[in-house]
T-cell receptor
Framework: GNSVTQMEGPVTLSEEAFLTINCTYT??????LFWYVQYPGEGLQLLLK?????DKGSNKGFEATYRKETTSFHLEKGSVQVSDSAVYFC????????????FGAGTRLFVKA | DGGITQSPKYLFRKEGQNVTLSCEQN?????MYWYRQDPGQGLRLIYY???????QKGDIAEGYSVSREKKESFPLTVTSAQKNPTAFYLC?????????????FGQGTRLTVV
């Protein structure tokens, strides 16, 4: 079945450091890929998405490129801020998966001032 | 403002009791979902619904029940059959089931068994 694997956390960075959170997926058909962010005690919010191969999603300085050849959708940001501290979830939906959204386990990011 | 509202934010339940978590959306979305999140864990799908009066079991439906009598409402009942109900529960909705559209989440309900 469809699945999403993302790097285990927590990830701890200093302010202005470069961020990469790895995400790989397994899916049949043509999945759409998403990154969601969860701040403490809250629900999830969409951060960015990509719907086909080679698409790049971007928002708030974050970006991720849909790589079909490596089945990856890694999240990057050039310079993190303390306010980026949160849990990040990689996710996919696929027509062959009944369109249910499949989430990765989440990666917690701590950014130190 | 359009959105998805869960209530209550915190809920305490005695062992052996049923409790119902509310989820309401005014986004005119067809699909609604319930997820469970345990500390340090990802999201696990409990139930989902594509249309009024229809719903499907997710990966961990045992001990839970839902109804979808109205498009805007998708309440979740945690029954006494759920052996470990303490968790953070998230409700979500989307304009159609899956596809390339995003899911909108509520703020969550934290359920604790006392």
């Amino acid at each position: 079945g469809n699945s999403v694997t993302q790097m285990e956390g927590p990830v701890t960075l200093s302010e202005e450091a470069f961020l990469t959170i790895n995400c790989t997926y397994t899916a049949t058909g043509y999945p759409s890929l998403f990154w969601y962010v969860q701040y403490p005690g809250e629900g999830l919010q969409l951060l960015l998405k990509a719907t086909k191969a080679d698409d790049k999603g971007s928002n708030k300085g974050f970006e991720a490129t849909y790589r079909k050849e490596t089945t990856s959708f890694h999240l990057e940001k050039g310079s993190v801020q303390v306010s980026d501290s949160a849990v990040y979830f990689c996710a996919l939906t696929s027509n062959t998966g009944g369109f249910k959204t499949i989430f990765g386990a989440g990666t917690r990011l701590f950014v130190k001032a | 403002d359009g959105g998805i509202t869960q209530s209550p934010k915190y809920l305490f339940r005695k062992e052996g009791q049923n409790v119902t978590l509310s989820c309401e959306q005014n986004l005119n979305h067809d699909a609604m979902y319930w997820y469970r999140q345990d500390p340090g864990q990802g999201l696990r799908l409990i139930y989902y619904s594509q249309i009024v009066n229809d719903f499907q079991k997710g990966d961990i439906a045992e001990g839970y029940s839902v109804s979808r009598e109205k498009k805007e409402s998708f309440p979740l009942t945690v029954t006494s059959a759920q052996k470990n109900p303490t968790a953070f529960y998230l409700c979500a909705s989307s304009i159609k089931e899956g596809g390339d559209t995003e899911a909108f989440f509520g703020q969550g309900t934290r359920l604790t068994v006392v």
